[in-house]
């Protein structure tokens, strides 16, 4: 039984050419995250900062790949990608928000990257 009521993961597979992260949650739910997605969404510290306004839009990440995935502890993986950044810890928390809000926090880094003159590469 998992320590926190939060979603708890069944399943965590790389996928697609590590091109993506397929998580199964025991509620059912179900989410194919894109490396990109996870990439530019780091929750470390590097691309959140320490407030909010201080998050950093990356760009270039369109062929990033997921180099590994390692579980931490009982509550979290860290992903390694392929272009060397691996400091985010990804909590089983996260993982379901990202997955319920991909659509909504993508099209946000989409529309940044514009603001910014920046390109997904």
């Known amino acids: 039984m998992p320590a926190t009521s939060g979603p708890w993961p069944t399943e965590l597979r790389v996928v697609n050419e590590r091109h993506a992260l397929a998580v199964t949650f025991e509620d059912g739910a179900k989410f194919t995250l894109p490396a990109e997605y996870l990439r ?5 510290a590097e691309v959140q900062g320490h407030q909010p306004e201080e998050k950093i839009t990356v760009a270039g990440k369109r ?7 390692e579980p931490v502890g009982n509550y979290a993986v860290r992903i390694q990608f392929d272009d060397g950044h691996g400091t985010g810890l ?3 928390d996260l993982l379901y928000n990202y997955g319920v809000n991909q659509d909504e926090k993508f099209g946000a880094y989409l529309k940044a990257l514009e603001a910014q003159g920046l390109s997904r590469g």
């Open 40 to 44: 530019v969404e780091s929750p470390s």
């Open 63 to 69: 062929s990033v790949r997921i180099a590994q995935v």
């Open 90 to 92: 990804y909590t089983w």
